[in-house]
């Protein structure tokens, strides 16, 4: 049974900063942002989108025209969490009006969370043959204003439809895992800003990319020559170049060509959105896949997942002969056209203006509601989303 990717969708909020105004405005070379880090732009979140309407909108767009009494799955990933019992995923369920009969719920490993509940996915389909699966990634990446990690903020969601006789994607069971309790970044329950040891960070991503590929080379036999295409979990561009650099050496020339011009195809996205955690490698993804014009059926795609604390998995998954009528080329960059770009200090407002972390009641300020689906305020320590009439 081929199970995989059906149908893709990808939200992002319609604000975002020129990431050299924020260098310019925190004293930094702009070059630092732009080439140093590899981030051009970088999405904000106004105090009304969180990972629960962000989520839902891109669901929504991944789940048109599927036959939603064949979903039986609902997974959200998610390092944002917005309650620590109930899961996101049920006020997702909701606004999509999706059926009553099936198991919903929220998973979190840091930025692994999206593969997890991919793989999850996949498993539950090939026990429930006729069965579907939804599995949407959201994220915030928050640090703080003139924080180190300032530059690696970001916001959005990935939603997949995982099905069996994909017509995007096949995931292949040729997973390489690794796994180890390490203290690289974090996020203690009291605030929404995330802590990191950053060189730290780096390093041990690259080790566990290096621990990942060899046991995967071990086990399969493949080299880079057998993958059209190398895809990594993108806290920021540069990163997962670092990680390919290790290992270019073993391609050929060619090879190498290829799979640095496939790389730069994937990362277009991540350059104007920024960090999405849970989501950040299938933002890849969807950027590979609509700015590359020269992957074809068949092509076998590398794909790297890290999330921090730590878990490492490599796997590979196949072209389907109809993934270029379900993925389009450039199909988002109209979302990413449309978007308004705020000046620093608006930016820096919205930034403060977030729920409070006590029992307070809060109102989203209406002038920044975005998207169809809303969070509308804190009432009662309740949470209220509805559709953005």
Not at 99 to 120: D, H, I, N, Q, W
Not at 234 to 249: D, E, I, Q, R
Not at 368 to 389: C, H, I, K, L
């Amino acid at each position: 049974m081929t199970i995989g990717i059906d149908q893709l969708g990808l939200y992002t909020p319609p604000f975002f900063i020129d990431l050299r105004e924020l260098a310019t405005a925190r004293g930094v070379e702009p070059d630092k942002y732009t080439i140093g880090i590899g981030q051009d732009q970088q999405a904000v979140a106004p105090s009304s989108q969180d990972v629960v309407t962000m989520g839902a909108a891109a669901a929504k767009e991944a789940l048109a025209g599927q036959d939603l009494s064949k979903l039986g799955l609902l997974i959200l990933a998610t390092e944002s969490g917005v309650d620590a019992s109930k899961a996101g995923a049920l006020y997702i369920h909701r606004l999509l009006g999706l059926p009553a009969s099936m198991r919903v719920f929220e998973l979190k490993e840091a930025c692994y969370g999206g593969t997890a509940g991919l793989m999850m996915a996949r498993d539950y389909v090939a026990a429930h043959p006729g069965k579907t699966a939804l599995v949407i990634a959201s994220d915030i990446a928050r640090y703080g204003l003139a924080t180190g990690g300032e530059v690696t903020q970001g916001a959005g969601a990935v939603a997949m439809v995982v099905a069996e006789a994909p017509r995007i994607l096949a995931v292949n069971d040729d997973s390489a895992l690794h796994a180890d309790d390490i203290q690289d970044f974090w996020r203690p329950m009291y605030t929404d800003q995330a802590l990191a040891r950053g060189k730290y960070s780096t390093e041990q991503y690259i080790a566990f990319f290096d621990e990942v590929w060899a046991t995967y080379r071990e086990k399969t036999g493949r080299t880079l020559a057998d993958h059209a295409a190398m895809l990594f979990h993108l806290p920021y561009t540069k990163m997962g170049l670092k990680a390919l650099k290790t290992v270019l050496a073993e391609a050929t020339p060619a090879a190498q060509e290829r799979l640095l011009a496939q790389y730069q195809a994937s990362i277009q996205y991540s350059r104007r959105i920024g960090n999405i955690y849970t989501g950040s490698l299938y933002l890849g993804l969807v950027s590979l896949l609509e700015n590359s014009e020269t992957l074809a059926a068949g092509d076998r795609l590398g794909l790297f997942s890290y999330g921090s604390g730590a878990v490492g998995e490599f796997f590979s998954a196949t072209l389907q002969p109809q993934f270029r009528q379900a993925v389009p080329l450039h199909g988002h960059a109209p979302l990413l056209a449309q978007r308004k770009q705020l000046a620093i200090a608006t930016y820096e407002q919205l930034f403060a203006d977030s729920w409070p972390n006590d029992p307070s009641d809060y109102q989203s300020e209406p002038a920044w509601f975005a998207g169809p689906f809303v969070m509308s305020g804190v009432t009662g320590q309740e949470r209220q989303y509805r559709a953005n009439d």
